[in-house]
């Protein structure tokens, strides 16, 4: 397949043809994120049932899937508005709950260097688990393809909101998505790109003391802090083993 | 709770969401990180999926359960071969996905 990602690429590209190159990124971008929308679109309509069920009017629901955009904490939001908490503790609890983003911000971060800044701007507030996880499995068409990648988070949100819209409407019904196993679609997504991760033996190390040390953390009660401490100390040990091996 | 609280609860949320997201790519890109740090970034990935995903799959409810109603964790064993084999981010999903549903349909898990 041709491919205009560089934008020197992209701008001879364009004075012979205005409207494949850009096209053909978006379609990519688009194509890419199917994945994500197998998962998203139950997983909002799981949202917007319970949204609807606990008393948010169909308006904040889906503002809510514009502005905030990250679905754990928005599930656990929804649960604390139900129980009357006040907005103190819901903003301090999804800070906490969203705060393993800056990692991965901070781990594309090198990507993005040729990215203009509104570019970044637009691309950061589109970064969830799952855009991430599939971006970080593809990090040169990051690098040499803003548009496919804005895309692909853009089509990653939509899906959120249509979701998230459906359950709005379908709140009065019976909303149950476990028959068809799509409570499952973002876990076996996950499956899917940790595997593709693990490319060396320190890289399957990494995850494997991650993953175990986050399981003992959870056990142990810290039902926040698990995911970036484990991570922290995951990456940590992976780079000790790294190190110790290479010298 | 009252609609336009919930709202201007809402933009706050979306702050300390977006705060996050943003701030390490605008001070991060760009700037030459030390190899010692570019090799941590790097490590990023793999620690967090996995930090994510492996207490969701062995942990459903407060403890450990690898019992067959924990349909999570035996579709992840088949799972995670498929996608060793496949490469195939769709072929996982759906596997997973079928079986889950399979599983149910059996009257196996919650």
């Given at each position: 397949m041709?491919?205009?990602?560089?934008?020197?690429?992209?701008?001879?590209h364009?004075?012979?043809?205005?409207?494949?190159?850009?096209?053909?990124?978006?379609?990519?971008?688009?194509?890419?994120?199917t994945?994500?929308?197998?998962?998203?679109?139950?997983?909002?309509?799981?949202?917007?049932?319970?949204?609807?069920?606990?008393?948010?009017?169909?308006?904040?629901?889906?503002?809510?899937?514009?502005?905030?955009?990250?679905?754990?904490?928005?599930?656990?939001?929804?649960?604390?508005?139900?129980?009357?908490?006040?907005?103190?503790?819901?903003?301090?609890?999804?800070?906490?709950?969203?705060?393993?983003?800056?990692?991965?911000?901070?781990?594309?971060a090198?990507?993005?260097?040729?990215?203009?800044?509104?570019?970044?701007?637009?691309?950061?507030?589109?970064?969830?688990d799952?855009?991430?996880?599939?971006?970080?499995?593809?990090?040169?068409?990051?690098?040499?393809?803003?548009?496919?990648?804005?895309?692909?988070?853009?089509?990653?949100?939509?899906?959120?909101?249509?979701?998230?819209?459906?359950?709005?409407?379908?709140?009065?019904?019976?909303?149950?998505?476990?028959?068809?196993?799509?409570?499952?679609?973002?876990?076996?997504?996950?499956?899917?790109?940790?595997?593709?991760?693990?490319?060396?033996?320190?890289?399957?190390?990494?995850?494997?003391?991650?993953?175990?040390?986050?399981?003992?953390?959870?056990?142990?009660?810290w039902?926040?802090?698990?995911?970036?401490?484990?991570?922290?100390?995951?990456?940590?040990?992976?780079?000790?083993?790294?190190?110790?091996?290479?010298? | 709770?009252?609609?336009?609280?919930?709202?201007?609860?809402?933009?706050?949320?979306?702050?300390?969401?977006?705060?996050?997201?943003?701030?390490?790519?605008?001070?991060?890109?760009?700037?030459?990180?030390?190899?010692?740090?570019?090799?941590?970034?790097?490590?990023?990935?793999?620690?967090?999926?996995?930090?994510?995903?492996?207490?969701?799959?062995?942990?459903?409810?407060?403890?450990?359960?690898?019992?067959?109603?924990?349909?999570?964790?035996?579709?992840?064993?088949?799972?995670?071969?498929?996608?060793?084999?496949?490469?195939?981010?769709?072929?996982?999903?759906?596997?997973?996905?079928?079986?889950?549903?399979?599983?149910r349909?059996?009257?196996?898990?919650?």
């Amino acid at each position: 397949m041709l491919r205009f990602c560089s934008p020197w690429q992209y701008a001879m590209h364009a004075m012979n043809d205005p409207h494949t190159s850009s096209s053909a990124a978006v379609f990519r971008g688009v194509r890419r994120a199917t994945p994500i929308i197998l998962g998203y679109v139950p997983i909002g309509f799981a949202y917007g049932v319970l949204a609807g069920k606990s008393g948010i009017s169909a308006a904040n629901t889906l503002i809510m899937s514009l502005i905030v955009f990250a679905g754990s904490a928005q599930f656990i939001a929804v649960g604390l508005f139900a129980s009357g908490t006040g907005p103190a503790v819901v903003i301090l609890t999804t800070f906490v709950v969203n705060l393993r983003h800056l990692l991965m911000a901070a781990s594309l971060a090198p990507y993005l260097s040729k990215w203009s800044r509104r570019r970044q701007a637009m691309f950061a507030y589109e970064l969830t688990d799952e855009t991430f996880a599939l971006h970080s499995t593809a990090t040169r068409d990051l690098s040499d393809c803003p548009l496919e990648a804005l895309s692909l988070n853009v089509t990653a949100q939509a899906s959120w909101v249509l979701g998230s819209a459906l359950g709005v409407v379908a709140s009065n019904l019976i909303g149950d998505v476990k028959p068809l196993g799509l409570d499952y679609a973002l876990s076996a997504m996950f499956i899917g790109l940790l595997v593709s991760q693990c490319t060396s033996p320190v890289r399957v190390a990494t995850a494997v003391f991650s993953g175990l040390l986050a399981t003992v953390l959870f056990l142990a009660g810290w039902h926040q802090f698990h995911i970036i401490a484990a991570t922290i100390a995951g990456a940590t040990f992976g780079l000790a083993v790294e190190q110790w091996t290479k010298g | 709770m009252d609609q336009g609280l919930i709202l201007l609860t809402m933009v706050g949320m979306g702050a300390v969401t977006y705060l996050p997201r943003l701030l390490p790519i605008l001070f991060l890109s760009g700037r030459t990180l030390k190899p010692l740090i570019v090799a941590w970034l790097r490590l990023v990935p793999p620690a967090v999926l996995s930090a994510m995903l492996l207490p969701s799959l062995l942990v459903p409810e407060e403890r450990i359960d690898l019992s067959f109603d924990n349909i999570f964790f035996w579709a992840a064993l088949v799972a995670f071969p498929v996608a060793w084999k496949s490469r195939s981010l769709f072929a996982t999903v759906l596997v997973g996905m079928g079986l889950v549903a399979l599983a149910r349909y059996c009257g196996l898990g919650l």
